[in-house]
T-cell receptor
């Protein structure tokens, strides 16, 4: 049972380049989300989804796009990377029915934008 | 506008003693509060939670206390062990399904 899988684990981009961070879960969880972790800022919610076809914005959505075409996958797209998007990104999932906030996290993707 | 705040970036305690990690929140619409633990180069893992209608929840060495009037929660670890050394995040769950995290406190337990 793989849980939540994120790829790539490390990525270096130049300003203006685009890329997609992949996230897949094999637990049949309805809820999926993306966070970024920055020093002194904790984990900040970027986007989340309560099920296939449904997405919504979190605390810091600007510069990021998401889609949820299947239950398993929730990719995060950076259309034009900026140095301010240098961060560690975490994908997380949970069963919506628990409604208590217990999330399962991936191992993270470290992104550097030069 | 930080809705969940952990004002202590770091905490150092001796093995066997009690560790107390604190968290304050500003929004009364949270229904659950949670603590997550994070080791370097790993994703956070769920540790313990408490419903907003409770004031205490205990799980082994870990106890979470909720003071609703003060909008404050704390995590007690007794006794502390070197393996508890990690970054601890408190988080608050909204009725709409969002989980809002604090900045984290790095706990170091010295042998």
């Amino acid at each position: 049972n793989a849980g939540v899988t994120q790829t790539p684990k490390f990525q270096v981009l130049k300003t203006g380049q685009s890329m997609t961070l992949q996230c897949a879960q094999d637990m049949n969880h309805e809820y999926m989300s993306w966070y970024r972790q920055d020093p002194g800022m904790g984990l900040r919610l970027i986007h989340y989804s309560v099920g296939a076809g449904i997405t919504d914005q979190g605390e810091v959505p600007n510069g990021y796009n998401v889609s949820r075409s299947t239950t398993e996958d929730f990719p995060l797209r950076l259309l034009s990377a900026a140095p301010s998007q240098t961060s560690v990104y975490f994908c997380a999932s949970s069963r919506t029915g628990t409604n208590t906030g217990e999330l399962f996290f991936g191992e993270g993707s470290r992104l550097t934008v030069l | 506008d930080q809705q969940v705040k952990q004002n202590s970036p770091s905490l150092s305690v001796q093995e066997g003693r009690i560790s107390i990690l604190n968290c304050d929140y500003t929004n009364s619409m949270f229904d659950y509060f949670l603590w997550y633990k994070k080791y370097p180069a790993e994703g956070p893992t769920f540790l313990i939670s408490i419903s907003s209608i409770k004031d205490k929840n205990e799980d082994g060495r870990f106890t979470v206390f909720l003071n609703k009037s003060a909008k404050h929660l704390s995590l007690h670890i007794v006794p502390s062990q070197p393996g508890d050394s990690a970054v601890y995040f408190c988080a608050a769950h909204t009725w709409g399904g969002k989980l809002i995290f604090g900045q984290g406190t790095e706990l170091s337990v010295k042998p």
